[in-house]
C-alpha cells in the first residue's frame, strides 16, 4: 500500500479508510467501517433489548466490545441494581472479557488506562464523549443505541467521512491557564454547533507541551461543538504510557525489551495527517493570550473570562468526570485547598475519574488533605455528571463544576445553574464560596 | 430504481425542534400520531397536503439541533420519500437513512430544484433530475443503500443475519 499516489489525506481520511479496509476514501464519501473497540456503559442493558431483535443467540464480536459500569454507581436505586444485573448476566453469557465492574471508573478514563483503544484504531461508543479517545491519535465518534446493536450483530457500521477542521496552539500556556480553558474558549468561539458532523484536528507547541492528562481533556469536550472525532498526534510520551499499560494488563513484566516492542508495534498503527491535507478551515491561538474561562449556564459556548464571573455565589462545587477527573485535576485542587477550609454554606465533592486515580491520590495523601478542608469524596464513576444520583443541586442553587456539559437540567434539577471551569477554579471557588480565581487567593 | 416526488422546499439551518417539537418526545408514540406533528413549527401546511412520495429538498444544516430520531422518523411515518439537502446534521443523516429515510447531500440540485415541480432520483444512476437539468451527487456505500431499502438500520440487520 502507498500513499503517494493518493492527494493529501486528513487523519479522519485516513483512520476511516482503514476501517474500512480500503486504500484511500474522500471526505464525503459513505464507507462500511469495522471498529476495533465497541464501547457501552450503563445502556448496555438497553442495547442489549435491540439486540434481541436479531434472534441472534451470541454476538459477533465479543473481543472488541468493552462495557464499563459508570453512570449510576454503586447503584442508587433497586431499578439501577437491576439494570446491573442484566448487564452482568449479558457479559458473562456473551463471554465480554473487557467488562470493568462498579468503582473501577468512567469508561473513557478506563479504557484509556487499560490501554483498549491504540493509535489509529476507531472506537464507536454508545456514549457521547466517545471523541475522548482522540488524545491517543484514535478515531473515536458517538453512536446511537441500535447502532451498538447492529455493531454488536455484524461488526461492522456506515460512516460518513467528514471535513475536518485544523484547530493549532501556538506558543505555551501562561501559569494558571489549562488545557480546560483552551477548550472552552475554543467551543465559545466557534459555538455549540461549530464542529457539527466535522473532525477536529489539533495541532501546534501549545498542544505538544500538554501532559497526557490535560490531552484528554480537549478531545473529549469536543463532543460539545458537535464534533464526530477530534485527534491530537500521537508522541513518543502516548506511545510510552500505552505500551506501559498494555504490557501490565497483559500480565506481561514491564521489562524495557517487552515495553520497546510493544512501543514499536504502537508507533507502527499511528497515523498522523499529511501536509496540505485538505481542511475545511484553519483557526490559529496565541497561547500567551488566553485567560481562565468558565461556561456559563445554560449553554456550552456562553463562555466568559473568569474575571467576568468571579464573586458568583456558589452553593456546591465538583471536581471529577472524564474531562477533569484525573489525579493532575486532583493535585490542582489540593495545591488550592492545603491549609485551607471549604466555605461555610458551599459543598465541594471530588470524585476520582478511576480507582487508579483514587489509589494514586490516596498514596500521594491528596485525599487526606481534601478531606482534612472539608471536602466530600465520592466512588470513582460519573458521580453527579449527568443527575442520575448523588450531587444533585437543590432548585436555585449553583454549581461550579470540572465536567463538560453545562445544559439546563443536566445535574438532574431544571431550576439550578451549572458552571464549567477548571479544577483550580472549582477548588478557589469551594473555599470563597464564590467564583474565585485561585490565583488572588 | 428511481423515486419520483413532488418538492417541499426549505431553508438553511431548520432544526429539529421545527421538525418535530421537543415537547412531544416522549408524550407522543403512536405512528400516525408522530406524523401529525411533522414540520409543525416549520410549515402548517405540510401534514394537510404531504402525499406518499413527497420529497424534501433543504438548504445547509437540515435537521440541526437535537439527537431525536422522530426528526426523521416523522417524515418516514408521512410517506416522504427523500430528503435532498445542501448538508445535513450529523445526527440527522444517521437517524434518517437508519429509519429508512434516503438523504441525498446535493448542493448544485437544491439550487436549481423549484418549489412544488416534480423531480426524479435515479439511485442507478445518482442523479437528480429536475426542470433544470440533471445533477449527480455521491453516491451511498451499498450497504447504506441496503438499509435504506431494508426500511432501517434494524429491519436491515435482521433480514442480513436471517439470510446468512
Ligand atoms: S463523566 Fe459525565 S460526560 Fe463523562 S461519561 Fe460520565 S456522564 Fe458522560
Redesign the interface.
Given at each position: 500500500m502507498t500513499n503517494q499516489i493518493y492527494p493529501p489525506q486528513t487523519f479522519a481520511q485516513k483512520a476511516l479508510a482503514r476501517a474500512a479496509g480500503l486504500d484511500y476514501v474522500e471526505v464525503g464519501q459513505v464507507v462500511d467501517a469495522r471498529p476495533d473497540v465497541v464501547l457501552s456503559h450503563d445502556n448496555t442493558a438497553a442495547i442489549r433489548q435491540i439486540w434481541l431483535e436479531f434472534g441472534q443467540p451470541r454476538v459477533l464480536i465479543p473481543d472488541r466490545m468493552a462495557i464499563t459500569l459508570d453512570h449510576a454507581v454503586p447503584a442508587p436505586t433497586t431499578k439501577h441494581a437491576q439494570n446491573h444485573a442484566e448487564i452482568r448476566a449479558f457479559v458473562a453469557e456473551q463471554g465480554v472479557r473487557n467488562f470493568w465492574e462498579v468503582g473501577r471508573g468512567i469508561c473513557h478514563q478506563v479504557l484509556s488506562e487499560e490501554a483498549i483503544v491504540l493509535p489509529g484504531q476507531t472506537v464507536l461508543g454508545s456514549d457521547s464523549h466517545t471523541t475522548h479517545f482522540g488524545w491517543l491519535g484514535a478515531f473515536g465518534a458517538g453512536i446511537g443505541r441500535s447502532e451498538v446493536a447492529a455493531l454488536w450483530a455484524t461488526g461492522e457500521l456506515w460512516m460518513k467521512v467528514p471535513d475536518t477542521l485544523h484547530i493549532v496552539l501556538e506558543g505555551l500556556l501562561p501559569p494558571g491557564v489549562t488545557a480546560k480553558d483552551f477548550t472552552l474558549r475554543v467551543i465559545g468561539d466557534l459555538g455549540a454547533d461549530g464542529g457539527i458532523y466535522t473532525a477536529l484536528e489539533f495541532s501546534g507547541a501549545g498542544i505538544t507541551a500538554l501532559s497526557l492528562e490535560s490531552r484528554m481533556v480537549i478531545p473529549n469536550m469536543m463532543a460539545e461543538m458537535g464534533a464526530k472525532n477530534a485527534y491530537l498526534p500521537p508522541d513518543d510520551q502516548v506511545i510510552d504510557y500505552l505500551a506501559r499499560r498494555k504490557a501490565k494488563r497483559e500480565n506481561q513484566t514491564v521489562s524495557d525489551e517487552i515495553v520497546s516492542n510493544l512501543k514499536a508495534q504502537i508507533s507502527n498503527l499511528a497515523l498522523y495527517p499529511d501536509s496540505g491535507a485538505p481542511y475545511a478551515a484553519e483557526y490559529h491561538y496565541r497561547a500567551e493570550q488566553l485567560e481562565p474561562y468558565i461556561a456559563c449556564p445554560h449553554s456550552m459556548d456562553n463562555v466568559q473570562p473568569l474575571s467576568q464571573v468571579a464573586g458568583t455565589r456558589v452553593q456546591q462545587a465538583f471536581l471529577g468526570t472524564c474531562t477533569n477527573g484525573r489525579l493532575e485535576d486532583i493535585a490542582a485542587a489540593v495545591d488550592v485547598m492545603r491549609g485551607r477550609q471549604v466555605a461555610k454554606g458551599t459543598r465541594f465533592l471530588v470524585i476520582p475519574a478511576s480507582s487508579q486515580v483514587l489509589t494514586e491520590a490516596m498514596r500521594l495523601g491528596y485525599i487526606q488533605t481534601l478531606v482534612d478542608a472539608g471536602a466530600v469524596i465520592g466512588v470513582p464513576g460519573c458521580g453527579p455528571c449527568m443527575g442520575n444520583h448523588m450531587g444533585v443541586p437543590a432548585p436555585k442553587e449553583a454549581t461550579i463544576s470540572t465536567a463538560n456539559r453545562n445544559f439546563k437540567g443536566r445535574m438532574g434539577t431544571a431550576d439550578s445553574e451549572i458552571y464549567l471551569a477548571s479544577p483550580a477554579v472549582v477548588a478557589a471557588s469551594a473555599v470563597k464560596g464564590v467564583i474565585a480565581d485561585p490565583r488572588e487567593l | 430504481m428511481q423515486l419520483q416526488g413532488r418538492v417541499w422546499k426549505y431553508g438553511d439551518n431548520i432544526n429539529t425542534d421545527v421538525i418535530f417539537p421537543g415537547k412531544y418526545t416522549y408524550t407522543v408514540t403512536g405512528r400516525d400520531e408522530i406524523a401529525r406533528h411533522a414540520l409543525e413549527d416549520l410549515d402548517a401546511t405540510f401534514v394537510k397536503n404531504v402525499r406518499a412520495g413527497d420529497i424534501i429538498v433543504a438548504g445547509r444544516?437540515w435537521g440541526?439541533g437535537s439527537?431525536r430520531?422522530q426528526a426523521a422518523s416523522c417524515l418516514v411515518y408521512n410517506g416522504v420519500g427523500a430528503v435532498i439537502a445542501e448538508?445535513?446534521?450529523?445526527i440527522f443523516?444517521?437517524?434518517a437513512?437508519?429509519n429508512g429515510l434516503l438523504a441525498i447531500?446535493c448542493p448544485s440540485a437544491v439550487q436549481a430544484i423549484e418549489p412544488g415541480e416534480i423531480i426524479t432520483i435515479d439511485l442507478a444512476r445518482n442523479v437528480v433530475q429536475c426542470a433544470a437539468g440533471e445533477f449527480a451527487y455521491?453516491p451511498?456505500?451499498p450497504?447504506?443503500m441496503g438499509?435504506v431499502q431494508a426500511g432501517g438500520?434494524?429491519a436491515?440487520?435482521?433480514h442480513?443475519?436471517?439470510v446468512a
Open positions: - | 444544516n440541526c439527537s430520531e448538508s445535513f446534521s450529523r443523516y444517521r437517524n437513512l437508519n447531500t455521491p451511498l456505500s450497504s447504506v438499509i438500520l434494524v436491515y440487520v435482521k442480513k443475519l436471517a
